[in-house]
């Protein structure tokens, strides 16, 4: 089965936009709307030390009154983050995200930030796996 390393080798967007923690909430929203994408990593001298998603605005600034402008990053961002290896599995990172009810998963190996998976990557990937074991049955079954 396919890995979180061949899932960001063959991804559209490979860049990973990451902030750092002193950063203002506003400035975050920023990229994700300049970016189209749902959560940032938060970087501090290239260690992943945070992830803040759009989630995290919500619940935690919108929903507590609190200002863009002046809030910082981390002071909302998840600071427990999971993250993979580039060998982890579709299904196990599949798994992490149902259990966890985690819609980005960062990418790291020997430290180094690699990349972020999402939900909607995952299933692509599954989509794509499937769709090719059904093509080969198909060639299997017509004896080509």
Known sequence: ??????????KEVSQVYSITPGATVL????????????????????RVVGILSERDYARK????????YNTEVRDIMTHDVLTVSSKATIEQCMSIMTERRLRHLPVVDEGKLLGMVSIGDLVKA??????????????YIRGA
């Open 1 to 10: 089965m396919a890995s979180a390393g061949d899932i960001l080798r063959v």
């Open 27 to 46: 400035e975050a929203l920023h990229i994700m709307a300049e970016r189209h994408i749902g959560a940032l990593v938060v970087l501090e001298e290239g």
């Open 61 to 68: 600034v919108a929903l507590m009154e609190r200002s863009s």
């Open 126 to 139: 599954i989509i794509t796996n499937q769709q090719s074991k059904i093509d080969q049955l198909e060639q």
